[in-house]
């Protein structure tokens, strides 16, 4: 098993374009974190972003779905839910936008009856020419993250969400991606 899996030119890049274009004029809200179950959020030092939630049946969302399925059965085999949630188109668009070390799993999430994140999957949405900086990195114990091939827009990246992953700050343009959670019952 993989930590990750990746899909090279999973969406065509005018797609890409063509749904970044018809969102990237809307009200985008301020990216939170949540640090616990009962909300409580944390600081910008963690996370600058804005965000735009996508309604899990739009043909994008249901695409990421395809490939997180497959992915699980070629790699993770992990038992999930059949169920999502929206995804999170996210904007990095003003300088030092970042989003720190994290997990997309949600600590103290102990009610067995709640299901939990288990895969993460982020699909790249801009050109590497539009933006500097920015770069998705999951972390590997040394001093430098890992290199991800996550650059090419359409490429799709999928990694348990448990992982410990960041985006670096913006240094100059516009980056967009698109993000979604597979759930499934707690891991025993």
């Known amino acids: 098993m993989y930590r990750c899996y990746y899909f090279n030119s999973a969406v065509r890049p005018e797609d890409c374009d063509s749904f970044v274009d018809s969102y990237k004029y809307k009200e985008f809200e301020t990216g939170q974190v949540k640090l616990d179950l009962d909300g409580n959020e944390g600081e910008e030092e963690i996370r600058?972003?804005?965000?735009?939630w996508i309604h899990p049946k739009h043909l994008m969302v249901r695409t990421i779905w395809s490939y997180v399925l497959e992915a699980n059965v070629i790699n993770f085999k992990l038992l999930l839910d059949?169920?999502?949630?929206?995804?999170?188109?996210?904007?990095?668009?003003?300088?030092?936008?970042?989003?720190?070390w994290h997990?997309?799993?949600?600590?103290?999430?102990?009610?067995?009856?709640t299901p939990i994140r288990k895969l993460s999957a982020i699909l790249q949405l801009s050109k590497p020419e539009d933006y500097k900086g920015c770069e998705l990195q999951l972390f590997n114990g040394d001093k430098e993250p890992e290199k991800l091939p996550i650059m090419d827009q359409g490429?799709?990246?999928?990694?348990?969400?448990?992982?410990w992953h960041r985006v670096t700050k913006l240094i100059k343009g516009e980056r967009y991606s698109l993000v979604f959670w597979a759930t499934g019952p707690h891991l025993i």
Request: glycine share 6%; charged share 30%.
């Open 48 to 52: 600058k972003s804005k965000i735009l």
């Open 82 to 100: 059949g169920k999502h949630d929206s995804a999170q188109l996210t904007k990095y668009d003003d300088i030092d936008h970042h989003y720190g």
């Open 103 to 113: 997990t997309d799993h949600i600590i103290g999430n102990t009610d067995s009856n």
């Open 155 to 163: 490429s799709l990246i999928i990694f348990r969400s448990e992982e």
